[in-house]
């Protein structure tokens, strides 16, 4: 995924303390696709520059994976885990609405969000996309893009426990955004024990845009 087209981006100063690692994240969580592992040193090279903090040192740790595996195998495993896994989808708002019309209410609030920092979407991902999040998030005036992964974070913390449970090295991945962002709120911990428990939400109605009701689509599928 490239980065969506935006009309403005924050100078460096005005973004996010942790924008750097929101867009290594943000790499790091798409589709490990040719051009990109041609550049995992590179990568590598920007995720040591980055202050020492306990977010960094999680980047590493799949660093460490990352850089050790050939590009068929992390192909095969990121399909495995990401597209065929229904708890480690990386649209976040499935967490929270499932079928439900609410999610397509979301998308458009997500829109307008990122047009009031300056974004113009003209990609075909759904804007609920988590690469595409930490991307905006990376290169959005400071404040808007906590906003936006903070109003996600019982979704992020469902995702990285379901990554937790695969023993993916991708938790690694959450857990850097996740350290950064302020602890879950106790009404947040209960949505995240009650969609554990539950699954999201279901109604058969209402959202086209999303593909076969009650399926996460796939990566594969929405940026084709």
């Known amino acids: 995924m490239s980065a969506p087209p935006a009309t403005r981006h924050a100078s460096p100063e005005q973004r996010d303390p942790h924008a750097r690692l929101y867009a290594l994240a943000s ?31 999680a980047l590493r740790r799949f660093l460490v994976y990352w850089l050790a595996t050939p590009g068929t195998r992390l192909a095969e ?3 495995a885990t990401f597209d065929l896994q229904k708890r480690c989808g990386l649209y976040l708002s499935y967490y929270l ?7 397509g209410v979301t998308f458009l609030r997500l829109k307008q969000l990122y047009e009031a920092a ?20 990376a290169n959005a005036p400071a404040g808007y893009g906590e906003a936006v992964l903070q109003e996600f974070r019982p979704s ?9 449970d695969l023993v993916s090295p ?22 995240v024990l009650r969609l554990a428990a539950d699954g999201p939400p279901t109604e ?21």
């Open 170 to 191: 991708y938790v690694h991945v959450l857990d850097a955004v996740t350290l950064g962002l302020p602890r879950l709120t106790h009404d947040q911990r209960e949505a």
């Open 156 to 164: 992020l913390e469902l995702l990285r426990l379901g990554l937790h």
């Open 204 to 224: 058969q109605v209402g959202l086209e845009p999303c593909g076969p009701l009650g399926v996460m689509p796939s990566v594969r599928e929405v940026s084709r």
């Open 118 to 137: 300056g974004w113009e979407l003209t990609s075909r991902e759904l804007p609920d996309y988590l690469p595409l999040m930490l991307e905006f998030a």
């Open 27 to 57: 790499l790091l969580l798409q589709y490990p696709e040719p051009d990109l592992l041609t550049r995992r040193e590179a990568v590598v090279a920007a995720a040591e520059a980055l202050p020492s903090s306990p977010q960094r040192a």
């Open 97 to 103: 609405f499932g079928d439900r019309r609410q999610r």
């Open 77 to 79: 495993e990121y399909v």
